[in-house]
Nanobody
Framework: QVQLVESGGGLVLARDSLRLSCAAS????????MAWFRQAPGKERDFVAA???????KYADSGKGRFAISRDNAKNTVYLQMDSLKPEDTAVYYC??????????????????WGQGTQVTVSS
């Protein structure tokens, strides 16, 4: 069992940057596949970015060139750096763990542990 706690969300202006953090306990992020998803009001939960145990990374088209997923093994934390934010990036952002450490899954059903989410609001 792993516990995930997101932080770093907030209210920012368009073109600003934010770095989200996901602190894990119970299992190490270095031995896991981790991902970020987001959910806007009235919409489904969408894939944002994922990183496998061996460092394979995948991004949704919406974040390519603007978002970067990374991890700090010493801090057992996964990050999502978000630059050039747009109003359409407004959503609750969730961190998740995939029980298959070698997969970079883009579907939420691949993930069995989720954080509580952190709100990101981008104002124009």
């Amino acid at each position: 069992q792993v516990q995930l706690v997101e932080s770093g969300g907030g209210l920012v202006l368009a073109r600003d940057s934010l770095r989200l953090s996901c602190a894990a306990s119970g299992r190490t992020v270095s031995s896991s596949a981790m991902a970020w998803f987001r959910q806007a009001p009235g919409k489904e939960r969408d894939f944002v970015a994922a990183i496998s145990r061996n460092g394979i990374i995948k991004y949704a088209d919406s974040g390519k060139g603007r978002f970067a997923i990374s991890r700090d093994n010493a801090k057992n934390t996964v990050y999502l750096q978000m630059d050039s934010l747009k109003p359409e990036d407004t959503a609750v952002y969730y961190c998740a763990r995939d029980p298959d450490p070698w997969r970079v899954g883009t579907d939420s059903y691949h993930y069995d542990s989720w954080g509580q989410g952190t709100q990101v609001t981008v104002s124009s």
